[in-house]
């Protein structure tokens, strides 16, 4: 049966009243079960009904948990890194962190994906198909997860700094920016009639690693925030925006501002709430 992610404003007022009628709460979490519930989004729906939480999806404002990367403080530790916090916003959650890539890294990824740069593309918010927007004016390409072994060490060390399996992560994709070319403001995450459980459902967070210094423009901007990330060469900002009950945070809405100097280059990964692959990924050692 397919997993469920979120439930929606009918099941949370029918819980609610059913709860009044004296039901037992262990009953009603094994009803979520049946129904395609995860046993932890189960008990998670019940305890927040409980205390009076909204917990539905839409209509509701957003409830923030501290993502697993945020749980470590000034440091994160990969295998093969030491990556410092330069700057953290609780909400919605923002980090920016030094030193993910070195320059040779960035220098590679940006090689690797020349010649198979295409104009980039959204998700139509209506029909849920890939089309080209004057939104979003950047050229792109998508690496496949473990294209390589140079690809794989850069998949986990993402996993290990976000805590998150690789088989969420899309594959990762590689953008430049030309002159005065941008992203303006939108969400990542999908509309929620667009969520496919099939294949890893909702996105919860991104990945941007700057893989240059723009001379100047090409900031990440959050604009409810009043915050702007400035690229630097081999930093990245990580930002999450689902939360456990599936809700979505629109104070994470985000845009690229237009380059004015030089050109920009960006590695985006935008990772689910579960496996996107239906089979397992084949790993390079
Ligand atoms: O290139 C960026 O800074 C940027 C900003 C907002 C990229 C994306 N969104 C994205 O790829 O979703
Ligand atoms: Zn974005």
Partial sequence: MEKKTHISVELENWIRN????????????????KKGYDTRLAYRILLNIVANHPVSASNTSYQYETPELGIRENVLYTSDREI??????????????????????????????????QPSKVVDPKTGIERSTAGRTSHGMYFSLNENSFLTTIEKRIAEITNIPME????????????????????????????????????????????????????????KLGLSIVPKKGTAVYFHYTNSLGQVDPMSLHSSSPVLKGEKWVATKWIRQGNIYPKPVKVHS
């Fill in 18 to 33: 059913t709860l009044k009628t004296g039901v037992h709460p262990e009953a009603i979490v094994n009803g979520l079960i």
């Fill in 84 to 117: 410092r916090v330069l700057m953290r916003n609780e909400k919605p959650y923002v980090l920016h962190l030094d030193n993910v890539l070195s320059s040779e890294e960035c220098d590679r990824l940006i090689s690797l994906s020349m010649g198979r740069l």
């Fill in 168 to 223: 969420h992560g899309e594959g990762l994709q590689v953008l430049n920016y030309k002159n005065d070319q941008e992203y303006k403001p939108h969400f990542d995450y999908f509309p929620s009639s667009k969520v496919d459980p099939e294949k890893g459902g909702q996105r919860v967070g991104t990945l941007l690693i700057y893989l240059n210094d723009v001379p100047d423009g090409g900031q990440t901007i959050f604009p």
